[in-house]
């Protein structure tokens, strides 16, 4: 219960630029505990720490109606910029909100409905890089561009070939992804198909 408090300044950072993204950090910011206190998860008690979250991605997939794909992608972003950190079991991850007790505690305020007992706390979102970030397209993007010059592209493969390799060109980061759509293009069109044959190649 109870609401969290967005800066503006998020609108800096590079979630701000990708709407899966930013739902999701806002989801894991309210979903995160208020208070420490000890749940019970698979019949067991599990502790949970102020600022930490029982996740399962399946669960917040549906929810959210965001793919586990790109789901995955985001907890990448998201613990490479130091949003997160996450402890894995076999069954669940917990995950911690770095520094939500600090923001948490700098914006107080108090609600109508708790004036008497105690102040509402709420969370910010800490923009930490100032550096200009890659972000990888969607699905929808790639496949917006691809119909734009009717190539035939699968976007779907192309944003997974890409993803593995963690968006890069052998050891460099990808500059533009529309420029290897391109590229993509013009080898489908020298090369000829056959049942063996694999066109996506990486250059």
């Excluded at 503006?8 to 505990?33: C, G, N, T």
């Excluded at 969607?138 to 976007?155: F, H, K, L, M, P």
């Excluded at 890409?162 to 290897?180: D, F, L, N, T, V």
């Amino acid at each position: 219960m109870g609401w969290i408090k967005l800066d503006r300044a998020v609108q800096d950072h590079f979630i701000w630029r990708e709407p899966e993204a930013l739902k999701f950090w806002i989801y894991l910011l309210m979903a995160a505990s208020l208070t420490d206190k000890v749940t019970v998860f698979n019949g067991k008690n599990l502790t949970i720490k102020r600022g930490q979250l029982v996740f399962g991605l399946n669960a917040a997939s549906a929810k959210l109606g965001i793919s586990v794909r790109r789901l995955r992608t985001f907890l990448k972003w998201f613990e490479s910029d130091h949003m997160i950190d996450k402890q894995i079991t076999n069954k669940f991850s917990i995950i911690s909100i770095v520094k939500f007790c600090e923001y948490q505690d700098t914006g107080k305020q108090t609600t109508s409905k708790r004036q008497a007992n105690a102040k509402q706390t709420t969370t910010t979102i800490e923009v930490r890089s100032k550096n200009k970030e890659y972000i990888p397209p969607t699905v929808a993007e790639v496949q917006t561009y691809c119909d734009s010059r009717s190539n035939g592209i699968d976007a779907e493969m192309f944003v997974a070939f890409y993803e593995a390799r963690g968006w890069k060109i052998g050891k460099e980061q990808m500059k533009s992804w529309k420029a290897c759509v391109i590229t993509w293009e013009r080898r489908r069109k020298e090369q000829t198909p056959t049942p063996a044959s694999n066109w996506e190649v990486e250059l």
